[in-house]
């Protein structure tokens, strides 16, 4: 089955593909392998990066992975380099979900929409 399209990477894949000794490292890591080679597109947002900016710095006893800023910035550069930045602009975000420019957001069926999907941790 085809996966090609846009897939907007949660914070928790984020955080767990830049640490190889997570244990849930291998299973993500072989999934985005997959995706990338059915033509999929692997996508951040500022949102998300700064999500993982927090959660990567935040020390173990406080539920965060402990890492130094210096090694944050690194993984954080790697992230930007390897991906796919999608702005923020609703402009771009209504492209990107593929939504018609002259939809109400208060109408019920506005919020469908089939790109890009969503890889949770």
Not at 12 to 35: C, E, T
Not at 69 to 86: C, M
């Amino acid at each position: 089955m085809p996966v090609a399209g846009a897939w907007l990477l949660d914070t928790n894949i984020l955080l767990r593909m830049s640490k190889s000794d997570d244990p849930h490292h291998p299973v993500i890591s072989g999934a985005l392998r997959a995706l990338v080679a059915q033509g999929a597109r692997l996508c951040f947002t500022s949102q998300t990066l700064g999500e993982f900016w927090n959660a990567a710095t935040r020390p173990l006893d406080q539920n965060g992975f402990g890492l130094s800023t210096a090694e944050t910035d690194r993984i954080a550069r790697v992230i930007e380099r390897d991906l796919e930045f999608l702005p923020d602009s609703r402009d771009r975000g209504d492209e990107e979900l593929g939504r018609s420019a002259t939809l109400n957001p208060n109408e019920s069926d506005a919020w469908g929409f089939a790109a890009p999907q969503y890889l949770l941790g």
